[in-house]
């Protein structure tokens, strides 16, 4: 089963986290080239180096050590890359990885411990909306992060899938100027759920991780000159109304 997770869940399993997506790349891309079928494998920005230069691009991935926190998620995600070419040299395999930014929506894992900030933070708000508690959010809410809309990473793979033939990966991204905090992002669940401001406390004394991993989507936007994200606030709005409406079946 795939490891992957939150900045806590990272910091307490990187060895978990290592050693069974290393299991899990070499046994699908392995498949993969035996049934010679097409493979898009899935990297993410946080496994980019922590010591870099913003925003990051393609190039960079194995330019420096990734940030601590979750360095065996980062290195094993690495050696998808690093596969990808070698068995395309060695055996002209049809492979290639996407790394998307930040994805929230829908179907994903609310779960508060294990799930990632958007999902964990929608909730925790409601957990606070129902019992009149406080709103934690974990760490300063400085952060910046870049979230792509689940349904639209899925339009954007299916064209990974069909058109994209370069073995290099590609970043899928909302515009740098999309670029929003975790505190921005608080508040814009609080609304949501229509939490009075006073409920949303900020807890300094938890980590923050990476202040920031802008990544540059100019790849992608030489393909898609014209494709549309759904606004983070939209999408935010529409998470939260799916998470009340499947709240019984929800992962969490």
């Given at each position: ?16 986290f ?6 899990m790349?070499d ?5 993969a080239k ?17 010591k870099t ?13 990734p940030h601590?926190s979750?360095e ?5 995600k ?7 070419r070698?068995?395309s ?7 290639t ?11 994903d894992?609310?779960?508060?411990d294990e799930?990632?900030v958007?999902?964990?933070?929608i909730?925790k708000?409601h957990?606070a909306?129902?019992?009149g ?15 792509v809309?689940?349904p639209?990473l ?8 069909r058109e ?13 100027a999309?670029?929003?905090s975790?505190?921005?992002?608080a508040?814009?669940?609080a609304?949501?759920?229509e939490l ?5 406390v900020?807890?300094?004394?938890k980590?923050d991780?990476?202040?920031k991993?802008?990544a540059?989507?100019?790849k ?5 000159p014209?494709?549309?994200?759904v606004?983070?606030?939209?999408g935010?709005?529409?998470s ?7 709240y019984?079946t929800?992962r969490?």
């Amino acid at each position: 089963m795939i490891q992957v997770g939150g900045l806590f869940n990272n910091l307490k399993h990187n060895v978990e986290f290592f050693r069974e997506n290393m299991m899990m790349n070499d046994n699908v891309l392995l498949v993969a080239k035996e049934l010679n079928c097409r493979c898009v494998s899935c990297l993410s920005t946080c496994i980019f180096p922590d010591k870099t230069t913003y925003p990051i691009n393609e190039t960079m991935l194995h330019a420096g050590k990734p940030h601590s926190s979750n360095e065996g998620y980062s290195f094993a995600k690495r050696m998808v890359d690093v596969m990808n070419r070698i068995y395309s040299n060695e055996y002209g395999c049809d492979f290639t990885s996407v790394i998307p930014t930040n994805i929230y929506g829908p179907h994903d894992n609310f779960n508060v411990d294990e799930g990632h900030v958007i999902p964990g933070l929608i909730h925790k708000c409601h957990i606070a909306k129902q019992t009149g508690g406080e709103f934690h959010v974990w760490g300063s809410g400085t952060p910046l992060r870049q979230f792509v809309y689940a349904p639209d990473l899925g339009r954007l793979m299916i064209w990974v899938m069909r058109e994209y033939r370069e073995v290099e990966p590609i970043i899928l991204s909302v515009d740098e100027a999309a670029e929003v905090s975790i505190k921005d992002i608080a508040e814009m669940i609080a609304e949501a759920f229509e939490l009075p401001p006073a409920q949303l406390v900020f807890d300094t004394e938890k980590s923050d991780g990476q202040f920031k991993k802008t990544a540059d989507n100019t790849k992608l936007r030489g393909y898609l000159p014209d494709f549309e994200f759904v606004p983070i606030k939209e999408g935010i709005a529409k998470s939260v109304a799916w998470f009340l409406e499947n709240y019984e079946t929800a992962r969490k």
